[in-house]
Nanobody, 122 residues
Framework: VQLQASGGGLVQAGGSLRLSCVLS????????VAWFRQASGKEREFVAA???????TYIDSVKGRFTISRDNAKDTVYLHMNSLKPDDTAVYYC?????????????????WGQGTQVTVSS
């Protein structure tokens, strides 16, 4: 599977962005997809995941602000980010798990996109 992430940018605190992750060259076609982020000088952390069924998981710090969704007909997963904070500044990566586990563990994901920068100014 190849993943292409897009939609990052510069936004003021309190603003919104929508990230997109397009999947291609799929083999099984029933993957879980997750978003991770990595701030400068920090480890990559889990943000949200969605299973093929649509079941979702979020890290506590984004609950109520971020929504992960997918359009299987378009092979695309979205991360809608509202009420953005400066602490959300990071490179955001999408990743897929062919075994559809919906895990928060980055080691469960075998395919990764290239990342898109999100910068939230105060």
């Amino acid at each position: 599977v190849q993943l292409q992430a897009s939609g990052g940018g510069l936004v003021q605190a309190g603003g919104s962005l929508r990230l997109s992750c397009v999947l291609s060259k799929r083999t099984i076609g029933r993957e879980s997809v997750a978003w991770f982020r990595q701030a400068s000088g920090k480890e990559r952390e889990f943000v949200a995941a969605i299973r093929y069924s649509g079941a979702t998981t979020y890290i506590d710090s984004v609950k109520g602000r971020f929504t992960i969704s997918r359009d299987n007909a378009k092979d695309t997963v979205y991360l809608h980010m509202n009420s953005l904070k400066p602490d959300d500044t990071a490179v955001y990566y999408c990743a897929s798990d062919m075994y559809d586990r919906g895990s928060s563990n980055l080691r469960r994901y075998e395919s990764w996109g290239q990342g898109t920068q999100v910068t939230v100014s105060s």
